[in-house]
């Protein structure tokens, strides 16, 4: 599929199992959002004095923490799209289920990458965007293939390689939509000098607003995942149904 045609069947996804989906994306989110509180509000809101510089450490950390979540969320996700392809029904908690059978490998992995990811950003920036790209299909690798730790990132930059752009077209560009919409709303009640009531309504709508575009991402990387090994693999239905045991 070219990059449009990815977006266009990921939106038919989307649309077919939206609330599967947002619900699987759910508890990441409340997670993440109670993770926030605690990094930001609790730590570096409370005093106007704090210096620009000591946010950057915990900007950092929370960052890993939500590649860390997003990861997690995704392999629910893949799981769940993945069932769908061999017209089986499988529920949030089955889904989440199977993420638990392969928690330790897939931990694993994700630690490894988030550190990867992390550092990069710390590095350069660059070097950051560069290891989300290349790491992006670990957690499709782990659920679909059994593959984990140092393992499953090689086979997610060996996918990767050679279609390196259309992955960062695919992955990169929503998650810095989602991240510029998710500051511009965040930000709004600052630069409009709205009441208090006003601006939590605001900060409430940057926490619903990503948990709306997660699960087209989780459609988008999980379509990108079949489309290479289609590519590159010869992958078919019958072989993803020899790798997927079916949910009990």
């Known amino acids: ?36 509180l605690l990094i930001f509000e609790n730590q570096l809101n409370l005093t106007e004095s704090t ?18 979540l997003s990861s997690i969320t995704t392999a629910a996700g893949t799981v769940a799209i993945s069932e769908r392809f061999l ?18 490998p897939l931990l694993g992995s994700l630690m ?6 992390a550092a990069g950003f710390v590095l350069c920036f660059i070097p950051g965007v560069v290891a989300y790209v290349w790491f992006c299909l670990t957690p499709a690798v782990v659920m679909i293939e059994g593959e984990g730790g140092v393992g499953a990132l090689k086979r997610s930059y060996v996918t990767i390689k050679g279609y390196w752009s259309k992955a960062f077209f695919v992955v990169v560009l929503l998650a810095i939509i989602q991240l510029i919409a998710v500051m511009f709303i965040f930000s709004l009640p600052t ?17 619903c607003l990503p948990l709306a575009i997660e699960p087209f991402k ?31």
């Open 218 to 248: 989780i459609a988008t990387t999980t379509m990108l995942y079949y489309d290479l090994r289609i590519r590159k693999e010869g992958y078919t239905l019958r072989i993803m149904a020899d790798e997927i045991a079916p949910l009990s």
């Open 1 to 36: 599929m070219t990059i449009v045609g990815i977006f266009r069947y990921s939106f038919a996804l989307y649309r077919e199992n939206v609330v599967k989906l947002i619900g699987i994306v759910a508890p990441g989110f409340i997670l993440g959002s109670v993770i926030y």
């Open 87 to 104: 017209e089986r029904e499988v529920g949030i908690g089955q889904a989440y289920l199977r993420v638990i059978d392969v928690l330790f």
């Open 191 to 207: 630069y409009l000098g709205v009441s208090v009531s006003i601006n939590v309504f605001f900060k409430f709508l940057s926490i």
């Open 112 to 117: 490894l990458a988030s550190i990867a990811i």
């Open 51 to 68: 210096p620009d510089s000591a946010a950057i450490p915990a900007v950092f950390v929370y960052g890993a923490i939500v590649v860390f």
